[in-house]
DNA sequence: GCACATAAACCGTCCAGACGGTACAGTCAA
DNA sequence: TTGACTGTACCGTCTGGACGGTTTATGTGC
């Protein structure tokens, strides 16, 4: 009984209906990375997710909380993975950066886009991806200055960013072997640097 | 012969009303990079470029053609600059990649924002970027494949694309500084390649 | 164990405004 | 005369979102 309302109090403030947000948020993903960010209108969340307007505007009250909880998610997926992997080295007082790369790597998904959310933020308000440039600036500061060689560090993300980016405007310009070719040489460069 | 013709290409064969074009195709960029791509409407254009909505459309029908042209008007810009650059290293049998990296790093303009036409055709019509996508695909395969190697002159590119694109989304988190070097230290690596 | 209260989750419609685009009459310099 | 515009009025469609209604889950008093 008191595990029970513990559990039931612990569990589900944050998410009380888990898979509804995130349906929804994955549709919206969907759409951008289908129709382009114009597209992205509250009706066709409404159609590819499923659910009804209300629905959806339960969730989500207006479209600007819809962006700012795409962007929010891109943001803590991210933030989980990279920090883990951090996290991870530092306890086997690994090289940092060689792991972070390794993590932005694996965190493609293979079908929503998982940066839709910044070009659809950045399309209707780019203030939205001040929290996104907040965090990134904090990565850059705390992995990457302190490397042996910022500047290298630097490249290497800004390379991550490239293919992300190419993926985003679906300009694949970069095939499946080349893909892997980069990221597993922008490791290996990673790693090489704290030789 | 060949002055004339690449004078007649740079000039006036494509324009015969210089100014009033590339103004409208400026304020695009401008509302673009300011308010974000889902801004772009024909009435925000014709604010931005002082014209009447008559006067916008009556040098681009409908939308879809002011798109069109901005993406044009982008391939172009960048591809008189490469294509200079490497002829120019050939005529010296200089390296073409350090050539090509450096002609992309002169390309930003201050202002207004080269790849806003990127964002504004993605958002609206991402068949617009066929174009733009067969042009790189192009230039990687011309210059990055036969390089001595082409994973790491593929890194130069996306790097710069990453930076390209950090800008386009107004997620400045490299400073001048950093940019700067990370531009030197680009063509230093492509320099080196072929050494 | 049952009636009831309450809120969360969700549905479907309606509307004002924005948007792309049309139409057309007029201006003005070359 | 013609090309390059201006200015205004207008139309059909799309969009965000307000609103009121309905179902479902949870708990509470008895």
Known sequence: MCIATTMSKLMPPIENKPNTREAILDAAETVVGRDGSSRLTIDAVV????????????????????????????????????????????????????????????HRKPDTNVSSALLAASAEQPELLDSARDYIEKIVADAVSPAPDPILGLIAFLAMDGLHFSDLLGLHYVDDAQREAVQSRLIQMMTEMYA
Chains 1, 2 share one sequence.
């Open 47 to 106: 159609v590819e997710s499923g659910y009804s307007k209300g629905g959806v505007l339960y969730h989500f009250p207006n479209k600007t909380a819809l962006l700012a909880a795409m962007v929010d998610r891109m943001v803590e997926g991210i933030t989980v993975k990279i920090d883990g992997a951090r996290s991870e080295a530092e306890d086997k007082s690994a090289p940092i950066l060689p792991a972070i790369i390794s993590a932005m790597v694996h």
